[in-house]
């Protein structure tokens, strides 16, 4: 296996992915994961830029940033990718009215949208909202229009919460699919233009990006896909079961997953000319702590 420097030779930028890498959420909104805040302030010290790439949805961009913010993350709005103001975006650009199957958290970021008379749906991880009438409601929506349109806010399958495991948006979008005969549009990871507008906002290329996340398929995958690279932390939703699924489908990807081991990455960029302080970085790799953390 080639060198940790060579793997991550040239990196200029990093995304972090949030729930399960930042902070678990959960009853009087969550607990960071230990060393994350840590991290977090030391690579905003670093050269490297920064930024936020979550598939949050049930909570609105603001509300979000205040709850990392009261956590001890220096984060602000402009920072975060999040796929409910990127889909009001392509709402407007194609002109189209939202029958919406969301939380009540995240409504307001759709405040400016025009949702009389539906002519698509938009699903996210509705929670308890996941009710058979609010299921069926979307269903009958989708099945009365000449050419329906599901947009998905993310596709993840599951997430953690400090209370354990929770069903996400993805095994609900399947059901309307499966059920219309359609094919969901995907607003957030693994989506490529996803990634895309992400990285535009922090202004470096595929090549030149990494990506930290602990879903293996939506985080890691979705951002190998697009050309960057990808590290899965062993925290949040990661499981050895899901990651040698990968593996034996024959996925490329390079997990932080071998048990008792602390292999360093060292030299994960050069940001500019002239180089800057090497970066060595645990990202919970062993049983004993499970923190995400940097030492510069």
């Known amino acids: 296996m080639a060198a940790w420097s060579e793997l991550l030779a040239g990196v200029r930028g990093v995304l972090l992915d949030i729930s399960g890498v930042l902070y678990d959420g959960g009853e009087g909104g969550g607990a960071a994961i230990t060393g994350s805040v840590e991290a977090v302030a030391r690579l905003k010290r670093s050269r490297l ?48 009215r939202p029958h919406l199957l969301v939380h009540d958290g995240v409504r307001s970021e759709f405040d400016q949208i025009d949702t009389s008379n539906p002519n698509c749906v938009v699903i996210a991880d509705a929670g308890e909202d996941f009710s058979y009438q609010n299921m069926n409601k979307a269903f009958q929506v989708l099945m009365e229009l000449e050419n329906p349109v599901l947009f998905s806010l993310g596709k993840g399958r599951y997430y953690k919460e400090t209370s354990g495991l929770m069903l996400d948006v993805g095994p609900y979008m399947k059901a309307l699919e499966y059920a219309c005969g359609i094919e969901a549009e995907v607003v957030g990871k693994p989506s490529p233009e996803f990634f895309k507008s992400a990285l535009q906002e922090m202004g470096v290329e595929a090549h030149e990006a990494i ?64 180089g800057s302080p090497k970066i060595s970085c645990s990202l919970a790799l062993h049983r004993e702590h499970h923190g995400l953390t940097f030492s510069f």
């Open 49 to 96: 830029k920064v930024r936020f790439c979550t598939n949050e949805s049930q909570k609105s961009r603001a509300d979000l940033v205040g709850l990392l913010q009261r956590l001890g993350f220096d984060v602000s709005e402009s920072e975060v990718t999040a796929p409910a103001p990127a889909a009001c975006l392509i709402l407007k650009q194609r002109g189209l």
């Open 211 to 274: 990506m930290i996340g602990d879903d293996i398929v939506g985080d890691v995958g979705g951002a190998q896909r697009y050309g960057m690279r990808a590290l899965q932390v062993r925290t949040g939703k990661f499981s050895f079961t899901a990651l040698l699924v990968c593996f034996e489908r024959g996925s490329s990807a390079f997990s932080i997953w071998a048990a008792g081991r602390r292999p360093d990455c060292r030299s994960l960029a050069k940001a500019g000319e002239g």
